[in-house]
């Protein structure tokens, strides 16, 4: 049972889990998901030599109830908390670790976080305004549950196996537990804020980033375009390419846990000795 921890940001709860010592690495889940599905990685070997630490966004997970909808909901209002719980947590040099929904937070964020050593994303395809969405995602039927704040049980269990390869079943229960319990309205404040002056320009914020960028991809999405991203102007692009993991699809971390958790160590090795070079 991994251990949970609070913090009160602006009247809102935010649920934390940490564990470790070393580099810090902040986790930032996904949509309707919850700090929880980080499990493979927080009990992982990472925690022998780096501090990881997960949150609850808003809405999700333990991080209920909402102690202001208009504040706190919405890419624009996570991207708030991230910074505020970087500073509670003086994780300042942290690399920002972001899936699917998590990723656009950690791009929201990284602009208020100057210290910050890299940025880690995933099912997040970096998206300008207005946002190019036939062209970022894929047309799958499931990406309307992900803004609809009543889901029924078929919608849910449609959204959660989008999540993986075909086929693939093995946490399935924790990912149906976890948007079971999600506020409904933290989906449809993101699609809210899917607006003029509602997010920053990600494409923008790749683009002109003086940090290392990580871009991870599973080769069997069922929700991302990954040629997209050959769109998408990156210069700090780590390694210079889209890591595509085989065998993966939405939730590499879940799904491939030892090849993801392997190229994130990679990544944070290299994102310190950038930092040391100046």
Not at 19 to 38: E, K, V, Y
Not at 58 to 63: E, H, L, R, T, Y
């Amino acid at each position: 049972m991994m251990p949970t921890d609070f913090l009160t940001i602006d009247g809102q709860t935010v649920a934390y889990t940490a564990t470790g010592d070393g580099p810090a690495i902040l986790f930032i889940h996904g949509n309707s998901s919850s700090r929880h599905t980080f499990q493979p990685q927080l009990e992982s070997e990472l925690s022998r030599s780096h501090r990881l630490v997960a949150l609850d966004l808003p809405g999700f997970g333990d991080s209920q109830p909402v102690a202001d909808p208009d504040v706190v909901l919405g890419i624009q209002g996570y991207g708030q908390i991230v910074v505020k719980v970087v500073d509670a947590l003086m994780l300042h040099q942290a690399v920002l670790v972001g899936w699917s929904l998590g990723g656009h937070v950690a791009l929201e964020a990284v602009g208020d976080l100057p210290e910050c050593r890299g940025v880690l994303i995933y099912g997040a395809p970096p998206l300008a305004f207005p946002p190019d969405m036939a062209r970022a995602f894929l047309p799958n039927p499931a990406m309307g549950a992900a803004f609809n704040p009543q889901l029924s049980e078929e919608e849910m269990q449609g959204f959660v196996d989008a999540f993986f390869i075909p086929g693939y079943e093995a946490g399935d229960s924790r990912f149906m537990d976890d948007i079971r319990r999600a506020d409904g309205r933290a989906r449809a404040a993101i699609a809210a804020g899917i607006r003029p002056g509602g997010y920053r320009d990600e494409v923008a914020v790749v683009a002109n980033l003086r940090v290392p960028l990580a871009i991870l991809h599973g080769a069997q999405e069922q929700l991302i375009n990954g040629a997209y991203f050959e769109s998408v102007v990156m210069p700090t692009l780590w390694r210079g390419a889209v890591q595509v993991i085989a065998d993966a699809g939405h939730a590499p971390h879940w799904e491939t846990p030892q090849v993801f958790n392997q190229l994130l160590a990679d990544f944070v090795a290299d994102c310190s000795t950038e930092a040391a070079r100046g």
